[in-house]
C-alpha cells in the first residue's frame, strides 16, 4: 500500500481521527509505461464502464463528451474535502460518464471543452510555489477516470512527497483500474445508490452495483479507501440503508463520510430531489452507521 491513512477505530461507529502518512516513491519507468498504455487506450476508448471504444485521439467523444484534450473548471487550494488530506491542491476535471440528476457542476460536464485547457508543466510549478503547502494533490471532476491520459502524466511530474488523492465516482473500468495501481495513495469513493433501478434512473448508470462493488473491493488492497455516501431526499430505504450495510459487510474497516447536506442543483429533472434531506432522514442514516459499526470520518 502506498499511503496509509493513520486512523483508529471506535466502538458503535462514531468518528475517526485519521492522518494521511508519507506516500512511497513512484518509479519512473513504471509511470512512463502507465502514461503510454493510456494513451493508446485513447485511440479506443475503455477508461470508463462506458466502454464507448471512440478514437478520442482523432476528435471522436464518448459517453463523457471529451475528446483527447483535458479541460479544468477549478484549481487551487482546497479547504473543503476530508480533513485528513486538506489543504489539498485540487484539480477538477469538466466531463463525466454518469449523468447524475443531483450534479452540481452538470453544465461543465455536458460541455467539458468550455473549460481551460490542463497545461501540466504550468500545474506542477503552481503546486511547488503554493505559498501554503498542500497536504496532498486531489483529482475530482467531473470524474478524473476519463482523463487517465491527462492525470498520469500529472502524477509522474507531481512532488514524489506529495499523497495523490483519486475522488471518484468509481465507474471505471478494469483498465483504468491497472493504471491507477501504484500512482494513486488514496481513494474518495462515491457510492450514492444502493439499487442499480435508481443508479439507472438517477444517474443513468447500468451495471452500477455490479461495478462499483467490483471497483471499491480493489481500491481497499490498491491504496487507502474512503467511501463517500451522498444522502438523498427519499432515498433512505432504497439506497442510503441497503448501500450501508452492503459497506459494514464487505469493508468493514473502511472509513465512511456521510454527506448529509444535499442542496437540490437547477435544474433538477427528477421531482423527488427538489428539496433538501430531512432531518428525519440524516438521523436515520446516522443512526444506522452507528448500529452497523462504521468508522465515521468528516
Known amino acids: 500500500m502506498r499511503g496509509q491513512l493513520l486512523a483508529q477505530p471506535v466502538p458503535n461507529g462514531g468518528q475517526v481521527s485519521a492522518a494521511l502518512a508519507e506516500p512511497k516513491p513512484r518509479d519512473p519507468k513504471m509511470m512512463e509505461q502507465k502514461i503510454a498504455r493510456a494513451q493508446r487506450l485513447l485511440r479506443s476508448c475503455r477508461f470508463c464502464e462506458r466502454d464507448c471504444r471512440v478514437d478520442r485521439l ?137 439499487n442499480d433501478d435508481c443508479a439507472l434512473r438517477v444517474g443513468e448508470a447500468p451495471r452500477y452495483l455490479e461495478v462499483l462493488k467490483r471497483n471499491l473491493l480493489w481500491a481497499a488492497g490498491a491504496g487507502e479507501l474512503v467511501v463517500r455516501h451522498l444522502l438523498l431526499p427519499g432515498h433512505y430505504r432504497c439506497c442510503t440503508e441497503p448501500a450501508l450495510t452492503w459497506l459494514a459487510g464487505a469493508l468493514p474497516q473502511a472509513p465512511v463520510h456521510l454527506l448529509t447536506s444535499y442542496v437540490p442543483p437547477e435544474p433538477v429533472r427528477l421531482p423527488g430531489l427538489r428539496r433538501e434531506v430531512s432531518e428525519t432522514e440524516v438521523a436515520r442514516a446516522l443512526e444506522l452507521a452507528q448500529s452497523l459499526g462504521l468508522r465515521l470520518v468528516e
Open 58 to 194: 482523432a476528435g471522436e467523444v464518448g459517453a463523457c463528451g471529451c475528446d483527447a484534450d483535458s479541460h479544468l473548471f477549478f484549481e487551487g487550494l482546497l479547504y473543503s474535502e476530508e480533513s485528513f488530506i486538506v489543504p489539498t491542491y485540487a484539480l477538477f476535471f469538466a466531463g463525466c460518464g454518469l449523468r447524475c440528476a443531483f450534479c452540481s457542476v452538470g453544465e461543465s460536464n455536458r460541455r467539458p471543452a468550455a473549460g481551460e485547457a490542463v497545461a501540466m508543466g504550468e500545474v506542477a510549478q503552481r503546486v511547488a510555489s503554493c505559498d501554503t503547502r498542500p497536504a496532498s494533490f486531489s483529482f475530482i471532476g467531473g470524474e478524473p477516470s476519463v482523463h487517465l491520459h491527462t492525470a498520469l502524466r500529472l502524477i509522474a511530474a507531481l512532488p514524489a512527497d506529495l499523497p495523490v488523492v483519486w475522488s471518484s465516482n468509481l465507474y471505471f473500468s478494469k483498465a483504468a483500474a491497472c493504471l491507477l495501481e501504484s500512482a494513486v495513495d488514496v481513494f474518495i469513493a462515491g457510492l450514492h445508490f444502493g
